[in-house]
């Protein structure tokens, strides 16, 4: 098999994006991926460390857009409780955030770090919270 032909690595008609790239299927991935870890093992073996990069094959959930005016974002701010640490803003609890705020705030949180308090259920970082309320997060 050729790596030069698009359409026998993605396994059927390759389909481009917008800037002539080719859009590839999860199974092509997954054998990159495969290909990677064998490079890097024989690197290994021969007593080389190579940097590694985190990549995922399948990347996660595109955050869910929402749009929000002015006086909903304020009234967020103030309806949604912040939990304070050492008298400064540290987390929000999701179960706090009201629909369909939560769906679309969890979903941009996909492969952020989230504080973890006992009995206080799936939390965020109130920074978060506030750069995404700012149309900032994610990043």
């Known amino acids: 098999m050729s790596n030069d032909n698009p359409k026998q690595l ?15 299927s999860p199974e092509f991935l997954d054998r990159a ?3 990677v870890v064998r490079a890097v093992a024989a690197l ?8 590694y990069i985190v990549r995922e094959s399948r990347p996660g959930p595109a955050p ?7 006086g ?6 103030d309806t949604v409780p912040v939990i304070e640490r050492n008298g400064r803003a540290f987390a929000v609890r999701l179960r706090n ?11 941009a949180l996909y492969g952020s770090g989230q504080p973890s ?8 970082y109130s920074q978060d919270w506030q750069d995404w309320l700012d149309g900032k997060f994610p990043r």
């Open 10 to 24: 993605t396994g059927g008609n390759p389909k481009r994006d917008q800037l002539g790239r080719f859009i590839t």
């Open 33 to 35: 991926n495969t290909a």
């Open 44 to 51: 290994e073996a021969k007593g080389i460390k190579p940097a």
């Open 64 to 70: 869910i857009p929402i749009v929000m005016s002015d």
């Open 72 to 77: 909903e974002r304020l009234a967020l701010r």
């Open 97 to 107: 955030i009201p629909e369909p705020y939560r769906t679309a705030f969890s979903s």
């Open 117 to 124: 308090i006992e009995s206080e259920g799936p939390c965020a």
